[in-house]
């Protein structure tokens, strides 16, 4: 479904929110402005507003009104002024329970809103990959609904491949949003935006690689002083070489494999450590955050 199909529906606006995941702020942002582009056209069919909303709240507590500050004068740049900072995994988050107060406020500045006879509102909401799109509109339909999941969620990106149905968030007023695919822009500007982005989970792990995300991962941890994987993984010490770290990883969680060698007396089967299993494990514990707060912007 496009803008132009939502005002065949009676739908009076549309309302777009962007979402930006607070690990990799400054990647999520830049986003941003390929969407407000894309959204410039749609202003002669209904009325656009946009609102920014950071999801993943849980930064490490001394770091966190430094991160904030940081994403209101990137967001300000570029003309975003409504910025909320939420976590939707949160059932009591203060800041989700705002969105739909701050959307009808937007919406009846809009110089386009008294024109209309029609009360219903479309959202949209869009931003990269695997960032909680669809955790967002459970989470408000939770809220104000008081309904379970209407969107399917999933810890890798692509889980929603197309602009789904009108999913009802709201009752007064009556709001209605689309959840959209993820999208990333055509070019990424360097590769350590790239790795960025990986990490979060933005993009296919097999597309980047494990194995090089993991020792991004670590040069990451170890430049920030991050040192949790160590007694995670009972270490013993900091190390900056990922192959010993990855061997270390599969030995104390048994991810072995039988490897068939050739010897000058014939075949033989060895056991040998599963890098991929290790790197696999590693960067998950990432991104369950059993490695620590992490900000990698």
């Known amino acids: 479904m496009d803008l132009a199909d939502s005002s065949s529906q009676q739908v009076m606006w549309c309302f777009v929110v962007a979402l930006m995941s607070k690990r990799c702020q400054a990647s999520c942002a830049r986003n941003v402005y390929l969407w407000k582009r894309l959204c410039c056209g749609a202003v002669a069919l209904m009325g656009v507003v946009f609102l920014s909303i950071n999801n993943s709240m849980d930064l490490p507590e001394g770091t966190m009104h430094l991160v904030s500050q940081r994403i209101l004068r990137g967001l300000k740049k570029d003309g975003v002024r409504n910025v909320l900072f939420t976590s939707c995994v949160q059932h009591n988050d203060e800041n989700l329970k705002k969105v739909v107060p701050l959307v009808t406020d937007m919406i009846g500045s809009g110089p386009r809103f008294h024109r209309e006879e029609e009360w219903d509102f479309c959202l949209m909401v869009i931003g990269v990959p695997n960032v909680g799109k669809s955790s967002l509109i459970n989470a408000l339909r939770r809220i104000h609904l008081k309904k379970g999941r209407a969107s399917k969620v999933g810890g890798e990106p692509g889980i929603t491949r197309a602009v789904l149905n009108r999913i009802q968030i709201c009752e007064r007023p009556r709001m209605y949003l689309l959840d959209t695919p993820g999208v990333l822009p055509p070019k990424i500007e360097s590769v350590e935006t790239g790795m960025k982005l990986a990490l979060c989970g933005t993009i296919l792990d097999h597309l980047v690689g494990e194995?090089?995300?993991?020792?991004?991962?670590?040069?990451?941890?170890?430049?920030?002083?991050?040192?949790?994987?160590?007694?995670?993984?009972?270490?013993?010490?900091?190390?900056?070489?990922?192959?010993?770290?990855?061997?270390?990883?599969?030995?104390?969680?048994?991810?072995?494999?039988?490897?068939?060698?050739?010897?000058?007396?014939?075949?033989?089967?060895?056991?040998?450590?599963?890098?991929?299993?290790?790197?696999?494990?590693?960067?998950?514990?990432?991104?369950?955050?059993?490695?620590?707060?992490?900000v990698l912007d």
């Open 211 to 294: 194995d090089v995300m993991a020792d991004y991962l670590l040069f990451t941890l170890n430049r920030l002083g991050q040192f949790s994987y160590v007694d995670k993984y009972s270490l013993g010490e900091p190390s900056d070489d990922i192959h010993d770290v990855l061997k270390r990883i599969a030995v104390k969680l048994g991810k072995t494999k039988r490897v068939r060698a050739l010897t000058g007396v014939g075949d033989v089967t060895v056991m040998m450590p599963n890098y991929s299993a290790a790197a696999y494990d590693f960067i998950r514990a990432f991104r369950r955050g059993e490695l620590g707060k992490v």
